[in-house]
């Protein structure tokens, strides 16, 4: 049981260059989400996924695009990398996240992303 | 939306004292609060958490409470140890999303 496993661990682009992130969980998870983290801003939402087939976006979702095709990965895409896009992007997924319905997120060890 | 607010950035204390951390959110339909560790390097680490229909709750050297009405929480770490140095995060989720504080950095100096 591995929890939740991201891929890349670390990426260099340069501006422009495209690249996508992989988050997989094998708890049989509902519920998936990206972060990301900057120092001294926490962690901060950008898109997050209620279900197979469903994404919608979060806090800071310009710039990214999101895909959940399998239960037990959800995808984050940058289409045309910016140099404001360097951060370490951290996955997580719960059992559900429903209003009234609350549960632990698990995280992802991160990939740490600059861009050029 | 949320907001969170979370006092102090940094918080030095001495091994053996104790430490409180203290969180504000905006969005009375919060329901869940939970707090997280961050070591240098790795993962966010949920280490204890409160709904909103307990007031407080304690697990070892660590407690949360919760004031509904004036909508606040805090994380109170007795007996600190050098292991407990770390980034600490306070969230609020309401409507099935977390929001995070900024964080604190925790030094435990022996």
């Known amino acids: 049981n591995a929890g939740v496993t991201q891929t890349p661990k670390f990426r260099v682009l340069k501006t422009g260059q495209s690249m996508t992130l992989l988050c997989a969980q094998d708890?049989?998870?509902?519920?998936m989400y990206w972060y990301r983290q900057d120092p001294g801003m926490g962690l901060r939402l950008i898109h997050y996924?209620?279900?197979?087939?469903?994404?919608a976006k979060g806090e800071v979702p310009d710039g990214y695009n999101v895909s959940r095709l399998k239960k037990q990965n959800f995808l984050l895409g940058l289409e045309s990398a910016a140099p404001s896009q360097t951060s370490v992007y951290f996955c997580?997924?719960?059992?559900?996240?429903?209003?009234?319905?609350?549960?632990?997120?698990?995280f992802g060890p991160g990939t740490r992303l600059t861009v050029l | 939306g949320e907001n969170v607010e979370q006092h102090p950035s940094t918080l030095s204390v001495q091994e053996g004292d104790s430490a409180v951390i203290k969180c504000t959110y905006s969005?009375?339909?919060?329901?869940?609060f939970p707090w997280y560790k961050q070591e240098l390097g790795k993962r966010p680490q949920l280490i204890i958490d409160?709904?909103?229909?307990?007031g407080e709750k304690k697990d070892q050297r660590i407690a949360v409470t919760l004031n509904k009405t004036a909508k606040h929480f805090s994380l109170h770490i007795t007996e600190t140890q050098p292991e407990d140095s770390a980034v600490y995060f306070c969230?609020?989720?309401?409507?099935?999303?977390?929001?995070f504080g900024a964080g604190t950095q925790v030094v435990v100096t022996p």
């Open positions: 409160i709904r909103s229909n307990v």
């Open positions: 996924s209620v279900g197979e087939g469903t994404t």
């Open positions: 708890m049989n998870h509902e519920y």
């Open positions: 997580a997924s719960s059992y559900r996240g429903l209003a009234g319905g609350t549960d632990t997120q698990y």
């Open positions: 969005d009375s339909a919060s329901n869940y």
């Open positions: 969230a609020a989720m309401g409507w099935g999303k977390l929001q």
